[in-house]
Nanobody
Framework: QVQLVESGGGLVQAGGSLRLSCAAS????????MAWYHQAPGKQREWIAR???????VYSDAVKGRFTISRDNAKNMVYLEMEGLKPEDTGVYFC???????????WGQGTQVTVSS
């Protein structure tokens, strides 16, 4: 059973930065692709960034150039460095497996990010 614990969220002004962390309890962490998902208030979760077992990264258009995903296999950690935050980035951020079909509805609590204008 994969368990994810997200942290690092908070309140920040537009243009600010945050670093999110995800601790994964996963026997197969090093061979699993991982991703960050964003759920804006009143909306569905959306994929925003992913990283493969070989450290290749892909980003959604919404965050490309502003966010950076990384991983530390020795620590079973995934990170999301967020810069140039916008009010529309407000919401709950979750980490989980990639692709979404592998998630099996196993979500952590997420971490709240609020970007004020």
């Amino acid at each position: 059973q994969v368990q994810l614990v997200e942290s690092g969220g908070g309140l920040v002004q537009a243009g600010g930065s945050l670093r999110l962390s995800c601790a994964a309890s996963d026997r197969d962490f090093s061979i699993n692709a991982m991703a960050w998902y964003h759920q804006a208030p009143g909306k569905q979760r959306e994929w925003i960034a992913r990283i493969t077992s070989t450290y290749r990264t892909v980003y959604s258009d919404a965050v490309k150039g502003r966010f950076t995903i990384s991983r530390d296999n020795a620590k079973n950690m995934v990170y999301l460095e967020m810069e140039g935050l916008k009010p529309e980035d407000t919401g709950v951020y979750f980490c989980n497996l990639w692709p979404p079909t592998r998630i099996n509805d196993n979500w952590g609590q997420g971490t709240q990010v609020t970007v004020s204008s």
